[in-house]
């Protein structure tokens, strides 16, 4: 998630730059061509700007399924912040002689959400970490958190060796862990130190979190439909080759009769090149907020927000707070 008040131009052109330079070779070779003699490869622009008009609704369909992903991947942690709270002075106040309980319970908690963020961090073939313009704004820009440590490690904060090696051994252990606050709230029951109502309660904010993490792996698992992206991918780059053939006889007619006669065409190189990066930004921008969990600079801060719910629930015990995780240059995971 980007903190500042705007993504700077220099960030932008280093994010976008390799398209720039090929939509600039793309529209200085047709206007070459058109120089030298061959005025036929000139399209007239109607149809173009039809088709134009067709790629502005797509893709603008298309940003607004994007950020619909993305509000509901951050409403889903919204509820999980709440939940959290909610579910930690419940448990606290429900087991006020039994704070050991309480510390190994909330240790629980905090080896789910840590389970959970590496679960949706991992890659799937869809996403677009690996594209080369995101890799490199990666690289010293900002970090990703669950790249830089192993889960079997972050793990031993929370969980007891036994506890630990159990959790490995399951393939989704989110899911396990939670089962096993699930069971250790059974067992409480059974022996008395909660009653029926205080379980009730407590028992219901684990489905609850339960619920938010299907939502979140639904987000994770489906990729927005291809048959869409496809599409729009089909008619972005008809739009982006064919602009500047389109705009050839259009700039060479700008100099009629004037000081610049001749020289006008090769105005379609910045002028078709900006036409297209705008298109091709606008379609990148909506790709890269598609997949909220991939790690790319615009996703849901789950890291963060992860570390803010252990800080508020140890705060609820006075034990000793970590550190929370702060944005790098505006930018944090």
Do not use: C
């Not at 000139?42 to 893709?59: D, K």
């Not at 908690?109 to 996403?127: C, G, I, K, M, V």
């Not at 959790?167 to 096993?180: D, E, F, G, H």
């Amino acid at each position: 998630m980007h903190t500042g008040k705007r993504f700077t131009p220099g960030e932008f052109l280093k994010w976008t730059r390799r398209d720039l330079y090929w939509m600039l070779i793309l529209a200085a070779i047709p206007t070459i061509i058109y120089t030298l003699g061959f005025t036929f490869i000139a399209l007239p622009w109607p149809p173009v700007a039809i088709l134009g008009t067709s790629v502005a609704f797509i893709v603008g369909f298309k940003n607004n399924a994007s950020y619909s992903r993305l509000w509901e991947a951050r409403q889903i942690y919204g509820s999980i912040v709440n939940d959290s709270r909610s579910f930690g002075y419940t448990l606290r106040d429900s087991l006020r002689n039994d704070v050991g309980i309480v510390r190994r319970m909330f240790g629980v908690h905090f080896a789910w959400l840590t389970a959970l963020r590496y679960q949706l961090r991992d890659p799937r073939t869809w996403e677009n970490m690996q594209r080369a313009n995101n890799r490199e704004f990666l690289k010293g820009h900002y970090e990703i958190p669950e790249r830089n440590s192993k889960l079997e490690d972050e793990l031993k904060a929370y969980l007891s060796e036994e506890d630990r090696q159990y959790i490995l051994s399951k393939k989704n252990r989110a899911t396990q862990l939670m089962a096993m606050q699930s069971a250790e709230l059974s067992s409480l029951r059974s022996s008395g130190s909660i009653n029926d109502f205080q379980w009730t309660q407590l028992q219901q904010l684990a489905m609850r979190f339960t619920d938010n993490q299907g939502r979140a792996e639904r987000i994770k698992n489906f990729p927005y439909p291809r048959n869409f992206s496809s599409i729009a991918t089909y008619l972005l780059f008809l739009f982006v080759v064919t602009v500047p053939f389109a705009m050839l006889k259009e700039l060479d007619r700008l100099g009629d009769s004037t000081f610049l006669e001749g020289y006008t065409i090769w105005f379609n190189i910045p002028f078709s090149a900006m036409v297209t990066w705008a298109f091709h930004t606008l379609d990148t921008v909506g790709e890269s907020s598609v997949n909220p969990f991939e790690g790319s600079a615009n996703d849901v801060p789950i890291s963060q927000i992860s570390r803010m719910i252990e800080i508020d629930m140890k705060d609820m015990l006075n034990d000793a707070l970590p550190e929370p995780i702060v944005p790098k240059n505006n930018i944090v995971l």
